[in-house]
């Protein structure tokens, strides 16, 4: 084959997309399912119902559009990895009332609507910096999430389970019914904005702050309107909309939620009908590599996390792979360099997208690239760290003339049976790191608790009003 040849025949196997073109890439980060259990769960995931609707998606997607001119903004939030056990009503409920009162402050100080985007009802895998780990001086698979094994310490429960995806689905069809439920049946009426004020933060600073100056200022706003004869009983009011999204790491569960969209003004359009939103992980974004290919034919809004070690040339080429049309709402960035290192990373990559003329959403994850130990030995994140990140995430887009649209938080709710958690310190009832043992139950990464990302929602109205 001649060079030429071998290039046309390149360029062909990338146009030729279609679900499983992914299999002929390198996929990082996937578990070692065993084949049979795999074809099997796959089979039966094919022919179950979409957990999304494509009108959903597109629907998001204009509203992202909207976002990245600075006519909206994004709150992106939910736990680092969701689990089975965890997958109950108190929980779900209580993360949606966090990120429903966040939305009202952000919305009430920052001017703008905001768009609610879960990271729940399928964040059920994570990608891991080592396939193995140490517990208890045994060296066992790594935990990937529980749709593939458990995070408890023995071999049996670290094998990679393919029957964890069917579970998955279920329980995530299961979160996203009352997510639907909650947002559709008048819990989520701004009429109910006190309701939202949870006991446990009702009583600090915070939870005070939240009352005073978001949850009276909105009722009066709505008797306001009641009195000159308009009515608030109207969806805009009374219902919200909630989307759905998560990282799309394992790349068999996701082809086997691709449905192609009958109602598509254009036939032959696919979604990853996993959840509205998905995003591609700092660790999975090669240009070449199996993540890219098979979200490349999927036409959800993608988010794609950007960590220090980027090369802005070549995620400006996986954007484009990505975008090719440069479609807006398609894209959006969520950077994650961490306290004290936005200023050196996040300008050569503005610079590289604006200079290539591409269609993004800014938005600050200021979790990823601020964890820490504690002195006692726990993953932590500082609530200082956390808060100079995104300061610094909307000085540099100031600086560089993009719009600083949107945030993502690893954050909880109160959890059912133990309360509040102690995971991050800081914030205003200054947990310390000798606190965090109190109630640390995360089966991932650090969260938020409810009082701190109240706090931190304040603190981002401000800079969205002085952006
Ligand atoms: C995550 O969002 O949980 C995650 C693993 O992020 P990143 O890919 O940015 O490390
Ligand atoms: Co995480």
Redesign the pocket.
């Known amino acids: 084959m001649s060079l030429l040849q071998i290039s046309t025949f390149a360029n062909t196997a990338m146009t030729t997309w279609n679900k499983s073109s992914w299999k002929s890439k390198t996929a990082l980060q996937q578990p070692e399912w065993p084949a049979a259990e795999l074809h099997e769960a796959n089979k039966l995931l094919s022919h179950l119902p979409p957990l999304v609707a494509a009108g959903e998606i597109r629907d998001l997607k204009a509203h992202l559009a909207k976002a990245a001119k600075g006519q909206a903004f994004l709150l992106q939030g939910g736990d ?2 969701e689990e089975f056990a965890r997958c109950s009503a108190p929980n779900i409920k209580s993360t949606l009332k966090v990120l429903l009162q966040m939305a009202a402050i952000l919305t009430y100080g920052g001017g703008r609507p905001v768009i609610k985007v879960g ?1 729940m009802a399928g964040q059920y895998a ?2 891991r910096s080592s396939p193995t780990e140490m517990v208890n001086g045994v060296e066992l698979p790594s935990y990937r999430g529980d749709m593939c094994n458990s995070v408890e310490g023995t071999p049996e429960a670290r094998k990679a389970d393919p029957q964890r995806m069917l579970k998955g689905y279920y329980l995530s069809a299961a979160t996203l019914n009352l997510l639907r439920a909650f947002a559709q049946g008048g819990f989520s009426s701004l009429h109910n904005v006190h309701k939202w004020n949870q006991e446990f933060v009702k009583n600090s600073p915070v939870g005070g702050s939240y009352e005073q100056s978001v949850a009276r200022q909105i009722e009066r706003t709505l008797t306001f309107m009641e009195n000159i004869g308009i009515h608030t009983d109207m969806p805009q009011i009374k219902e919200v909309e909630f989307f759905t999204s998560h ?1 799309a790491l394992f790349l068999d569960y996701e082809e086997s939620l691709a449905r192609e969209d009958s109602e598509d003004e254009v036939p032959g359009r696919w979604y990853d009908c996993s959840g509205h939103m998905l ?1 591609i ?3 999975t974004r090669q240009l070449e590599g199996a993540h890219v290919e098979f979200l490349r034919g999927v036409r959800n809004p993608l988010g794609m ?1 950007v ?1 220090p070690g980027h090369n802005p040339e070549e995620i400006v080429k996986v954007i484009q792979r990505l975008n090719p049309d440069n479609e807006e709402g398609r894209m959006t960035l ?1 950077t ?1 360099f961490g306290a004290g290192k936005v200023e050196q990373y996040l300008p050569p990559l503005i610079r590289a997208v604006k200079g290539e003329g591409l269609n993004v959403l800014w938005c600050c ?1 200021p ?2 690239g601020n964890i820490r130990k504690s002195l006692s030995g726990c993953k932590t994140r500082s609530f200082e760290d956390i808060l100079a990140e995104l300061q610094q995430f909307f000085a540099v887009c100031q600086i560089e003339g993009a719009v600083p649209g949107g945030v ?1 938080f ?1 954050l909880t709710g109160k959890d059912e049976q133990t309360g509040d958690v102690t995971e991050c310190t800081g914030g205003a009832s200054g947990l310390s790191d000798e606190g965090l043992r109190r109630n640390y139950c995360t089966a ?2 650090p969260r938020l608790n409810a009082e701190q990302s109240l706090e931190m929602a304040f603190r981002i109205a401000e800079m969205i009003k002085g952006s």
């Open positions: 680092c990895s990271r994570k990608p990282e995003w992980g700092d660790r996390k960590g969520i994650r994850d979790m990823h993502h690893e991932c990464d």
